[in-house]
Each structure stands twice: as C-alpha cells, then as structure tokens.
C-alpha cells in the first residue's frame, strides 16, 4: 500500500517570506500523479498543485511550485511570498492504483502553516 | 468551473436513524465519486468509490451496508448512514473525477457534512 508521510505538523512563516512543506511517499508504481491540497478553517478542500510522475518539469501555480525529486519520493511545495490566507492545513497526496481497478488518492496527515502578520 | 457541493452542510440526528447525504457535480460530470471520512485534526480517509452505474467499491474496514453508496446519474452522488451510531459522528466529504475510474484526474472536493449523532 501507498504510504505519504509529512514530516512537519505544524510550520509558520512570515507574512511575504518563503516556506518549503515537505513531503515524501513510497510505492511501486511507476506512473502516479502526486497534489497538494490545502484545507482552510471552512474545511474546503481547494487543490494547490499537481504534478504528474512521468514529467520531469517541476509544475508551478503562480506562487507555489513543487521539487519533484522521483527516484527520492519526495514531492515537497514552496509558497513563495506568502500571504495571510494561506493559512491552512496542507495534504501532501499520492494518486496510484494501488493494485485496484480505480485511481485513489492516499493523503498524508497534514501540515497546519500558519502565516503570521 | 469544477464545483462539487454537498447537501447537508450539517446535521444532527438521534442513535438509530439513517441519514442521506448528496453530493452533486455543478458543470461537470462526475463519472466517478468517492466518499471520505475526517476526524478532528486528521487527515482525510477513503470510504468508498463509486463509478456512475456501477455498485460501489469500499475500502478494507468499511461496513458496506451501513454506508449505502448511490451513483445512479453523472452529476449525482448519495450516502446513507444507516442506523447511525454517535461514533459515526464525523466530517464526510465527496469529490468527483470526470475521468473513469477517476484515472490521473484531479479530484474536485465538495465543502463537506457534518454528522453528530446523539
């Protein structure tokens, strides 16, 4: 089974600083896609960023870019200029088969950012 | 574009009712739908998944008759908690995926349900 593991559960920065949430995952697949979504106090779930394994190119959004590093499994995003509605919780996730008919997605546990004024 | 809602956005019911959520796809279809379980402070968990005509797919550890799975048009989605219990008290959530099976497609998350059982 997938595994995703964030290693920091909580994190703050600085209102205009860059922060870097990291992620890593393991699994035998070879095609997988990988996100980060982020969860505010609403509790909405609001997609940060994708990335697809089989493409080299880090994606980037705007202020958020990833480091995809394959044969590492990590996937960790950078919020560049951090602004005080990006305070959320943040869900590394894995999308694979895991051995199954349908694609699933596999969250790791979270990382609560704080951005402070 | 890609909006998912959920109906209830809350509610409370008493040990041993059933309890219907929706879910719907607002401008796309939701070819395959997929259900999950948030406690406080913890991270989503995968109940079910559901593709649109098709009996649901359940995780290990999911009681498929007392969380009933309904996906019988592409822009709609419903779970049943049956007989519900105060540890099925909870935060449910759906997404929806336009691709079969929900294949390298983002999923699009509905704002979620809260469910207290009392």
């Known amino acids: 089974a997938q595994t995703v593991t964030q290693s920091q559960p909580e994190m703050s920065v600085q209102e205009a600083e860059t922060v870097t949430l990291s992620c890593t995952y393991d699994?035998?697949?070879?095609?997988?896609?990988l996100f980060w979504y982020k969860q505010p106090p609403s509790r909405q779930m609001i997609l940060v960023i994708r990335?697809?394994?089989?493409?080299?190119q880090n994606a980037t959004e705007n202020r958020f870019s990833v480091n995809f590093q394959k044969a590492a499994k990590s996937f960790s995003l950078k919020i560049s200029d951090s602004q005080l509605g990006d305070t959320a919780m943040y869900f590394c996730?894995?999308?694979?088969?895991?051995?199954?008919?349908?694609?699933?997605?596999?969250f790791g546990k979270g990382t609560l950012l704080t951005v402070n004024p | 574009g890609a909006v998912v809602s959920q109906h209830p956005s809350r509610v409370i019911c008493k040990s041993g009712t059933s309890v219907k959520i929706e879910c719907r796809s607002l401008?796309?279809?939701?070819?395959?739908m997929f259900w999950y379980r948030q406690f406080p402070k913890q991270s989503l968990m995968l109940m079910a998944t559901?593709?649109?005509?098709?009996?649901?797919?359940?995780e290990q550890g999911v009681e498929k008759d007392k969380f009933l799975i309904n996906h019988a048009s592409l822009t709609l989605s419903t779970l049943t908690v049956t007989s519900a219990h105060p540890e099925d008290s909870s935060f449910y959530i759906c997404s929806a995926s336009n691709l079969a099976g929900g294949r390298g497609d983002t999923q699009y998350f509905g704002p979620g349900t809260r469910l207290t059982v009392l």
């Open positions: 990335q697809e394994a089989y493409k080299q």
């Open positions: 559901s593709n649109e005509g098709s009996k649901a797919t359940y």
């Open positions: 699994t035998s697949e070879n095609n997988y896609y």
């Open positions: 401008d796309f279809q939701a070819t395959t």
């Open positions: 996730a894995f999308m694979g088969l895991s051995g199954g008919s349908n694609y699933k997605l596999t």
